[in-house]
């Protein structure tokens, strides 16, 4: 599948239910249709995550992939992943990325990985990624095998 390099690409763990809850948070309100996603165990996230020098392992932040494959391609992490999304989508969620950028980076971080730290516990797991409604499907980059341990 080619990706234009306009679309950000969530990168979010796949077997974590806040993880897919926020994905179908993104998915209602993406009027647009600008973002597309993979979960991070996939070959696909393995790939893009290796070109930034990151882990495939770490599954305790989402990514947002910015111009990919180009030359300028940026990868955001944690609460600036948060942010773009909410700026990329309709009505009030952006005011609240305006909100949140008023936040120090080292506390938004902060706030994140508390969160993250937790979410497993709070909002359960899956045993593997739930596949997406077939309406979303030309949206998920991920359909390769899964990489990396899904635990």
Known sequence: MTVPADNPILLYDGVC?????????????????????????????????GRHGVSPTDLDTMYVVLDFGQPGERLLSRSDAGLLILRELKGLWKVGAILGSGIPHGIRNWLYNRVARNRYSVFGKFDACPLPDPKHSNKFLDGEQPAGNSE
């Open 17 to 49: 239910g806040l993880c897919n809850r926020l994905l179908q948070f993104v998915l209602k309100r993406d009027c647009n249709d600008r973002f597309r996603f993979a979960s991070l165990q996939s070959t696909f996230a393995t790939r893009v995550l």
